[in-house]
């Protein structure tokens, strides 16, 4: 790409969090230790441009997560550990591992009630995202993670349907002599973890292999959780000028425990409890969450492969994947009294069956004195569920399995082509994309006694993306984009109709228009300034319709509109040390009202600010590190009409302290770290919309976690 020479080199910090990339593929190498007097690396991103690219000229706001800040101190066990830094998202653990964590971009996505939708979820290039938007972030592998690509604003469109924002993961290579690691923590609330991997070359084969336990009893009442994960990567060179990678992952939790949410007053009484349950006549004080057994038991299995071909500039890129996942839930609530035809029954279980490819082929000429890269390519996913529910009561015991009540085939489908532009000449790099999302749904109802429910529904729109970025200075990049975007109801969001009947195919899909103006500048030599003003206004909106007896219904609402600013820093200084930190502004409202909402009101889940600010130290040889981390968010609504007790803003103090030994072939590591130092009590994240009003979700006061990891090298 041509580009102005820079005169001064970018900020010392980021030589170690850069993505180096092993041999021009797009997959990231094993991060080397930071040398100061080597040329400066730049900070290579993927994720938008689809090829290599200097996240500096790039025309989006995007930022890198290095493998040094996923691993800094923590348990490697949720992605909000690492993600809290980003500007533009939030990413709220609910300390509830059967929902996962509730994930937003740019207030994308706030009003999930259980896993992610509205933000696309991507794991070495394989989709964790289900063709109708709902992902998981628990199936990331946070140990053998080398980097987190986070996309905000008009180019997430590129990436189809709910892409409101696109959080893309990459996994380390086997290089070099083989290692092998164990890694033991613990800390607060029975929480502990054991990882051991292997990694290294065999032959021209490099290989990672991964396996970890996470046990926690939990903060709240009813939330104990045993989280086990595999993960295995290999790469070879077929060629001088192809290479392969196949991956396969595991998640398996049994039994895991869900608190549910409390109401106001539980909260304040005591964050830890869970709500009571005012009819339970056999047990006084039981909570609801005890007396439903509620829980969720989740088996995840995921494989790829993905090959890639170069031909001088050119490449082409092939990816096919294929997993399964079973699932069982057992929610709070029971219709045990009233006609079967009337209920579906508090026992979900589905077996899900899904797969699906992806073909690419990217060109790089000359033109107009420039260089112009232009990728074509087509994405195909498929999910097949095999669903059924049943009464989770037998006889007077509630939180077992009893009749069924459901049993369905339910299919989704998207077949998505994209083409996409970049041309790069002089002071300018101007980009241009187009893609047609999709999405089918076909419903085979098999429990014919409340009727037949079957019914099936297309949804489709092109979404374009326009971008351009001018190098003003070699100092100072300015850049200004716009897209339309497209998020369709997701499988879980047409289940219900209002009043209780069955699928809701007139459910429409919401559209956005986004824009967004932004400067990326380089103070000195040794900090780094990323600033960015967006709006996106969305029509169709869809909000929560009705809720009670375990059915949620939605409906379209007014149109949105999103408006905000995002500030990030980061520098280093004298002494061993630096600061980095992030600030987002954004006022989420409906424009028109609708029902009982007013025009004006805000969206539900969406902070009007969040902050977060980080002052570090580290020894120059690297043997001994420090830091402080301070987090602030400000309200959250928990429902439309803001009618309700909104959750508190709050701000924390963390601090984390890391010391590193090697000796011979031995590498050694330990680590300290206290969340919440000053124990503030607040609530951690809300459940949007819920009739019961139990939305709050506590957060831990002050929590301790401790660790050490061994390697040898063979």
Do not use: C
């Amino acid at each position: 790409m041509a580009q102005l020479p820079l005169r001064r080199k970018p900020l010392a910090l980021l030589y170690a969090s850069s993505a180096v990339l092993a041999g021009g593929f797009g997959t990231p190498a094993l991060a080397a230790e930071p040398d100061m007097d080597a040329a400066p690396v730049p900070v290579v991103v993927v994720t938008g441009s689809r090829i290599e690219h200097d996240s500096y000229d790039f025309p989006a706001a995007i930022d890198v997560v290095d493998a040094a800040r996923i691993g800094n101190a923590q348990l490697r066990v949720n992605a909000s550990e690492a993600l809290a830094a980003v500007p533009g998202l939030v990413v709220l653990n609910r300390q509830n591992y059967a929902q996962d964590l509730q994930i937003s971009s740019r207030g994308f996505g706030a009003r999930s009630a259980f896993g992610v939708r509205g933000v696309r979820l991507i794991a070495d290039g394989i989709p964790a995202s289900m063709p109708d938007g709902q992902g998981q972030a628990a199936t990331f592998n946070l140990d053998m993670a080398e980097r987190i690509e986070v996309l905000r604003g008009p180019f997430s469109a590129l990436y189809g349907n709910h892409s409101g924002g696109v959080v893309q993961l990459f996994t380390r290579e086997g290089q070099g002599r083989p290692t092998l690691e164990t890694t033991v923590s613990g800390g607060s609330d029975g929480t502990r973890k054991v990882d051991l991997n292997a990694q290294g070359e065999a032959g021209k084969i490099g290989y990672v292999i991964d396996a970890s336990r996470f046990d926690t009893d939990g903060y709240r009442s009813h939330s104990a959780a045993r989280r086990d994960q595999g993960f295995a990567k290999l790469t070879t060179r077929p060629t001088a000028t192809s290479r392969l990678t196949i991956t396969a992952s595991s998640l398996t939790q049994d039994d895991t425990q869900d608190p549910l949410g409390v109401t106001w007053n539980t909260f304040q009484r005591d964050p830890r409890a869970g709500e009571l349950d005012p009819t339970d006549t056999q047990v006084p004080n039981r909570s609801l969450a005890e007396r439903y057994n509620t829980r969720k038991s989740i088996d995840h299995q995921q494989g790829g492969a993905a090959f890639e071909q170069r031909f001088g500039q050119d490449r082409l890129r092939l990816m096919a994947y294929v997993g399964k996942r079973q699932v069982i839930q057992y929610q709070a609530f029971s219709r045990a009294f009233q006609a079967p035809p009337t209920h579906s029954g508090g026992v979900v279980d589905f077996d899900r069956d899904f797969y699906g490819l992806e073909l690419q082929w990217m060109a790089v000429r000359q033109l107009a004195g420039g260089k112009l890269s232009t990728t074509a390519g087509l994405e195909y996913g498929r999910s097949v569920d095999d669903r059924q529910g049943f009464e989770n009561f037998v006889g007077t015991q509630f939180g077992v399995k009893g009749a069924l009540r459901r049993k369905e085939k339910d299919t989704l489908s998207n077949f998505d082509p994209y083409l996409q532009g970049e041309w790069a000449g002089g002071p300018w790099v101007l980009t241009a994309g187009l893609r047609r999302s999709s999405l089918k749904v076909d419903v085979d109802d098999r429990f014919l006694a409340n009727g037949d429910d079957s019914g099936a529904r297309d949804y489709s729109r092109i979404t374009p993306v326009l971008g351009a970025l001018y190098k003003l200075s070699p100092e100072l990049n300015l850049y200004a984009s716009a897209a339309r975007g497209f998020e369709t109801p997701t499988l879980n969001e047409l289940f219900y109709s209002n009043g209780g009947g069955g699928f809701n195919f007139n459910l429409a899909p919401a559209r956005s228009k986004h824009l967004e103006l932004g400067a990326k500048t380089q103070l000195g030599e040794n900090t780094r300034i990323n600033a960015a003003l967006f709006q996106a206004r969305t029509e169709d909106e869809m909000v929560v319709d009705s809720a009670g007896g375990g059915r949620t219904s939605y409906r379209n609402a007014s149109s949105t509109l999103r408006r905000g600013a995002e500030l990030s820093f980061e520098s280093s200084f004298g002494g061993g040390f630096s600061a980095r930190g992030a600030l987002t502004l954004l006022r989420a409202t409906y424009e028109t009202g609708f029902g009982n909402v007013g025009a004006g009101k805000r969206l539900p889940g969406v902070p009007r600010a969040n902050a977060y600010a980080e002052l570090a130290w580290a020894e120059p040889a690297g043997r001994f590190s420090a830091a402080l981390e301070a987090l602030a968010s400000s309200k959250l609504y928990p429902e439309d009409t803001n009618l309700e007790r909104a959750a508190p803003g709050y701000a924390v103090v963390n601090a984390r302290v890391q010391a590193r030994q090697a000796i011979d072939r031995w590498r050694f590591r330990q680590f300290l770290r206290v969340n919440n130092l000053f124990d503030r009590s607040y609530v951690g994240s809300v459940i949007v919309g819920d009739t019961n009003r139990r939305y709050y979700e506590a957060a831990p006061g002050r929590q301790w976690m401790a660790g050490l990891s061994a390697e040898y090298t063979f």
